[in-house]
């Protein structure tokens, strides 16, 4: 049955959680069976979304910024409006819908704090969302936030939105969007 693992998938996942670069050779010596069916069982794992492979940068080692904001959004049809446009942010890390006042609930993150501000900030921007809290949390102590950055060479950011445009990149408050050629990446020296 799909969604199920049993004891070797179980191995397969714990072993990648100790070394996600771990060589499929290896894997299937750690875990007591061929390479051919680690395979096999990884490729089920990873089709069936039971295990997520994925590279990011570490929040955390650049020292960059979260929050948690709290929106609601009024009504059925613009919630889920604003949930087709939070997906496409890159600095949005995850989305819950709740069941209180604030029906969404957001982790984003920024290299700063003046740059969380301004995408906070932006959600009001949507008609039908009123941010009802935020909560700077600042760097994780534990835990690696894996955040994407990939710069394109579109000048439209994936939300439909063109930071040359907006009079917060303009004004120095926000360094663009990370999926967009606007964006002022503060890694690049």
């Known amino acids: 049955m799909a969604n199920e693992v049993d004891d070797l998938d179980f191995k397969i996942i714990q072993h990648l959680h100790e070394d996600g670069r771990v060589s ?19 490729k089920r794992l990873i089709d069936e979304n039971i ?15 979260m929050a948690s904001v709290g929106l609601e959004v009024k009504s059925d049809s613009a919630r889920k409006e604003v949930e087709i446009y939070l997906r496409n942010c890159p600095r949005v890390l995850s989305i819950f819908r709740t069941s ?29 969302v009123d941010i009802i809290y935020t909560h700077y949390l600042g760097t994780p102590i534990h835990g690696d936030p ?43 020296k």
């Open 100 to 128: 209180e006042k604030a029906n969404i609930h957001l982790m984003v993150w920024g290299e700063d704090d003046q740059i969380i501000n301004s995408t906070i900030e932006s959600f009001r921007d949507h008609q039908n």
């Open 51 to 65: 295990i997520i492979i994925r590279g990011g940068l570490n929040l955390k080692k650049f020292l960059f910024k």
């Open 24 to 42: 499929l050779t290896e894997l299937a010596a750690k875990v007591g069976s061929s390479r051919q069916t680690v395979t096999n069982r990884l």
């Open 146 to 188: 894996i955040i994407n950055v990939a710069v394109n060479n579109n000048a439209e950011s994936p939300c439909g939105m063109n930071c040359d445009n907006c009079f917060r990149y303009s004004d120095g408050w926000c360094v663009g969007c990370p999926a967009s050629s606007s964006y002022r990446n503060l890694l690049l």
